[in-house]
């Protein structure tokens, strides 16, 4: 059985009070709405500068707290960088892996993906995967394989026990932060693909238990097309994530209604 996941990445937004506000908003307005409700898993991603002050604020509620990226040594001479173990101390249970952002703005590659993906693992997170095309494979016909190859490659060292505790995220480049989206029959083919490849992997029960989410452009107006869609799981969402009546409100959006979740398995 799945359980849905709203996930807000904040990216390089807000600083500490902003920060704290916004986490504080996300809380309340749960609490108000979804009192006692496990139906929906929901969790947020603030920069690294402010994960512990939003941490202070989600604990001890059901809201988890994410990461945005990490390294994949624990420690070391690695100016800039960030260890899964720093994250672990700071009380993070997700960490968004291969974001669209890391792989085209700062060059990270596949391999470098799977490093941190077994890194993240390694030290108990629950890694958000993400994986998407760019325009460019989407006009050539080749957005399934561009994916694909993603997902191959980053999975390549992981054991089924481990493929489990997945969440992907695809996340089509030409759709985040551009007010474009994909349809949410799309979204839902190309959620099927990655599960399919999970199968072909591993073996059928890691592929039915696998959260696969959408990200690109999600807000409170198209939420649901998403959310409909048998294979998808829930949401990664950005600058619609930055508002706290509009996250919860997809929030609620995306609870499952009482009763096995999507999946089954
Ligand atoms: O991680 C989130 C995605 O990059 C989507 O961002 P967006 O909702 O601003 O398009």
Not at 212 to 221: D, R
């Amino acid at each position: 059985m799945r359980r849905p996941l709203m996930a807000g990445n904040w990216k390089m937004h807000l600083t500490l009070d902003a920060a704290q506000a916004l986490a504080r908003g996300v809380v309340e307005g749960l609490e108000r709405a979804l009192p006692g409700d496990d139906g929906v898993e929901v969790a947020l991603c603030p920069p690294f500068t402010a994960l512990e002050r939003v941490g202070r604020v989600l604990e001890g509620t059901p809201v988890a707290l994410g990461a945005q990226d990490l390294f994949w040594e624990d420690q070391g001479a690695y100016t800039g960088e960030v260890s899964g173990l720093q994250l672990v101390d700071l009380g993070c249970r997700y960490v968004i892996v291969g974001h669209s952002e890391r792989r085209h703005v700062f060059g990270e590659s596949n391999q470098a993906v799977q490093r941190k993906l077994g890194a993240a693992l390694r030290h108990g997170l629950a890694p958000i995967l993400c994986v998407g095309e760019r325009i460019e494979e989407r006009r050539a016909g080749r957005a399934d394989s561009w994916v694909q190859d993603q997902l191959r490659t980053a999975v390549a060292e992981l054991k089924p026990g481990e493929a489990r505790r997945l969440t992907i995220a695809y996340e089509p480049v030409w759709a985040i932060g551009t007010g474009e989206h994909a349809s949410g029959e799309e979204a839902n083919r190309m959620a099927g693909v990655i599960r399919s490849l999970l199968e072909e992997l591993f073996d059928a029960q890691v592929a039915a238990a696998v959260r696969i989410l959408y990200g690109g452009s999600v807000k409170p107006a198209n939420v649901g097309e998403f959310l409909a869609q048998p294979q998808v799981d829930g949401a990664l969402v950005g600058g619609a994530s930055l508002e706290a009546e509009g996250f919860v409100a997809m929030a609620v959006e995306a609870r499952a209604p009482k009763g096995p979740g999507k999946g089954g398995a």
